[in-house]
């Protein structure tokens, strides 16, 4: 595709409840890359894909939190039983290549609020 | 935890002035890059340098590199008010993360 998308931009839910955030990545990219970024803050790395794998989910703040990537290409971040603390923008982002030299191409971000 | 921090946190110039950002870290790194942030929303990246590159220039951008003090700076130059937004350094080490500090919100008024 011509960029990164998320859906939805925005979701208000409630707390206790389950929500689904949904990345398309550019076409081709094999990586991909998810992080939260709480108001005035810079971004937290939460977790990354090459391919469908997911090396590395350290970054996840708890288990309430998942990922998973299909087919190479959508992924969706799952936050169950969500609180307060989960307010914030949560960027996606996907690159050529898994790998800290290769530039990252962001997504416009889901706004969540928890009340 | 944060490796990049950048300074000032904030910073508001005249239109056509020069903006200068500056950006520390701690660990070693391969390489540098500076993005833009517009209203909270989506980064776009602006350029990157490589450790081993001390400076590079991107149109109004002029990025520099200093590995024994462990610092970068962005300098945009002619600043317009389109230029608003905030600007995160990232650094990335041997693997495949890229690890962002808090950002610079600069503001250009017009």
């Known amino acids: 595709g011509a960029g990164v998308s998320q859906s939805p931009s925005n979701k208000v839910t409630e707390k206790g409840k389950d929500v689904e955030l949904r990345c398309d990545p550019i076409?081709?990219?094999?990586?991909l890359y998810w992080y939260r970024q709480s108001l005035g803050q810079g971004l937290e790395f939460l977790i990354y894909?090459?391919?469908?794998?997911?090396?590395?989910k350290s970054g996840l703040p708890s288990d309430r939190f998942s990922a998973e990537r299909t087919g190479g290409s959508v992924s969706t971040l799952t936050i169950q039983r969500t609180q307060q603390e989960d307010s914030a923008v949560y960027l996606c982002?996907?690159?050529?290549?898994?790998?800290?030299?290769?530039?990252?191409?962001f997504g416009p971000g889901t706004r969540l609020t928890v009340t | 935890s944060q490796q990049g921090e950048e300074d000032p946190q904030a910073l508001s110039i005249q239109e056509g002035e020069n903006a200068t950002m500056n950006c520390s870290y701690k660990?070693?790194?391969?390489?540098l890059q500076w993005y833009r942030q517009n209203s909270g929303r989506g980064l776009v990246h602006l350029i990157l340098?490589?450790?081993?590159?001390r400076e590079k220039h991107s149109g109004r951008l002029r990025v520099t590199l200093d590995t024994s003090k462990k610092s970068s700076s962005l300098l945009i130059t002619a600043s317009r008010a389109a230029d608003t937004a905030s600007y995160f350094c990232?650094?990335?080490?041997?693997?495949?993360?890229?690890?962002f500090g808090k950002g610079t919100l600069l503001t250009v008024n017009p």
């Open positions: 982002a996907s690159s050529r290549r898994a790998g800290a030299i290769y530039e990252q191409y």
């Open positions: 076409s081709g990219h094999t990586a």
């Open positions: 894909f090459q391919g469908n794998s997911a090396p590395d």
């Open positions: 660990t070693s790194i391969n390489n």
């Open positions: 340098i490589r450790s081993n590159e």
């Open positions: 990232a650094t990335g080490g041997s693997n495949y993360k890229l690890t």
